[in-house]
T-cell receptor, first 115, second 117 residues
Framework: SAVISQKPSRDICQRGTSLTIQCQVD?????MFWYRQQPGQSLTLIAT?????????ESGFVIDKFPISRPNLTFSTLTVSNMSPEDSSIYLC????????????FGSGTRLTVV | AQTVTQSQPEMSVQEAETVTLSCTYD???????LFWYKQPPSRQMILVIR??????QNATENRFSVNFQKAAKSFSLKISDSQLGDAAMYFC??????????????FGTGTRLKVLA
């Protein structure tokens, strides 16, 4: 299965600033997924990033707040913009294994604290 | 819309004992995939076991096995001979059918498993 390097692993940021999270995959993948996991809660899909096209955002998430880049088939970034304490969460990227239904591989997660 | 329900926010098990985590889901599809993921304090989400809905045989991975009841839309995880390293948050997940661009994963709210020495 794919190996994903995600960074930073954690950060503490001032409100009103932005943070960019990077995910590098060791193989080419069509789709990459970005999730948010608020403290003590489950995973919520933010958006799906396809190479060469704009990301598809889920209800409640907008491009201005969470711009995503997907410059090639192995890399993606998620930016959390104009941060507030409510953005404090774990952010995870994931890809699906090539074999249909094999499941997600996740990055190691970024723990973001906004103060 | 599909939903995944984990009714046990927290479970405890003695080391070396067996524990079962519950998961139910709702779908009108007949072909789909189900997963259990483990998230230890390190935050890394790790795939524990998977089940294809078209397979009647329950999946098994070493000490981990599932009880898949398709008609009842139930997908429980049994952990045998529990070890301290099994302590983690466990998420049940449902994957809709479909290929690139047409599928989604839906995650349950998680069950925190504590293993007592």
């Amino acid at each position: 299965s794919a190996v994903i390097s995600q960074k930073p692993s954690r950060d503490i940021c001032q409100r009103g600033t932005s943070l960019t999270i990077q995910c590098q995959v060791d193989s080419q993948v069509t789709m990459m997924f970005w999730y948010r996991q608020q403290p003590g809660q489950s995973l919520t899909l933010i958006a799906t990033a396809n190479q060469g096209s704009e990301a598809t955002y889920e209800s409640g998430f907008v491009i201005d707040k969470f711009p995503i880049s997907r410059p090639n088939l192995t890399f993606s970034t998620l930016t959390v913009s104009n941060m507030s304490p409510e953005d404090s969460s774990i952010y995870l990227c994931s890809v699906e294994a090539p074999t249909l239904g094999s499941g997600y591989t996740f990055g190691s997660g970024t723990r973001l604290t906004v103060v | 819309a599909q939903t995944v329900t984990q009714s046990q926010p927290e479970m405890s098990v003695q080391e070396a004992e067996t524990v079962t985590l519950s998961c139910t889901y709702d779908t009108s599809e007949s072909d789909y995939y189900l997963f259990w993921y483990k998230q230890p304090p390190s935050r890394q989400m790790i795939l524990v076991i998977r089940q294809e809905a078209y397979k009647q045989q329950n999946a098994t991975e070493n000490r981990f096995s599932v009880n898949f009841q398709k008609a009842a839309k139930s997908f429980s995880l049994k952990i045998s001979d529990s070890q301290l390293g099994d302590a983690a948050m466990y998420f049940c997940a449902y994957r809709t059918p479909g290929t690139s661009g047409t599928y989604k994963y839906i995650f349950g709210t998680g069950t925190r498993l504590k293993v007592l020495a």
